[in-house]
């Protein structure tokens, strides 16, 4: 099932990644925390620690920190480019999370479209 899926922006490759808010209900936080860290796999089958933060006050705007920088530099992450965040139905492998990368396709500098690309391991 799908969670996510977002064009990258600025923030997102270089910082971290900003998550809708209706999509917090999907991440294992808990009431008294702000923060969890929870495995990812992606399409090569590596899995990855990422740590869901939200602020300690009313407004929760939930982002992927720890993890997540490491994720886009292996990846060779940039904007434009899309994620997508689904529940793994086979959490007993590890990860209770896949995430899909597509890459943005440019034809003379300007984004035509996403196509997902085989990535490195």
């Known amino acids: 099932m799908a969670i996510f899926s977002k ?18 209900k999907y991440f294992p936080l808990s009431g008294e925390h702000h923060a969890v860290d929870f495995k990812v796999k992606d399409e090569n089958g590596r899995v990855w620690t990422f740590r869901c933060y939200t602020r300690k006050k009313k407004h929760l705007k939930p982002v992927l920190t720890k993890g997540w920088r490491e994720f886009v530099c292996t990846q060779k992450l940039e904007i434009g480019d899309k994620v997508e965040f689904c529940r793994d139905g086979e959490e007993g492998a590890g990860a209770g999370y896949r995430i899909k990368v597509k890459k943005v396709v440019r034809v003379f500098g300007a984004a035509f479209g996403h196509a997902t690309i085989g990535l490195p391991d």
């Open 7 to 24: 064009c990258l922006s600025k923030t997102d490759v270089g910082k971290r990644l900003s998550v809708p808010s209706k999509s917090l």
